[in-house]
């Protein structure tokens, strides 16, 4: 398994949801290749963090210009609703 091999398979893999097969060379290359195992652990930190916060309340102007931000782009890209 190279890298974009990886990389292709990495959902799978982070949700534990990969053919046994494929796991060991996943592993296989992981052993050997430290930038894709950086990737994984980032990964893998990412979504502990996640499930483990709180939620953080955005500060209302923050928000104000959020939401025109997504209004806007979604005008642009599906038109303006009826």
Not at 37 to 53: E, F, H, P, S, W
Not at 56 to 75: G, H, I, M, N
Request: negative net charge; aromatic residues 8%.
């Amino acid at each position: 398994m190279n890298c974009d091999e990886l990389l292709k398979a990495l959902n799978d893999y982070v949700d534990g949801e990969i053919e046994p097969g494929v796991c060991e060379q996943f592993q296989d290359h992981l052993a050997g290749c430290n930038p894709c195992q950086v990737v994984i652990d980032n990964i893998r930190k990412t979504i502990t963090l996640y499930k483990a916060g709180e939620p953080y309340p955005l500060p209302a102007e923050f928000q104000q210009v959020l939401r025109q931000t997504l209004k806007r782009r979604w005008c642009e890209k599906f038109g303006a609703a009826s």
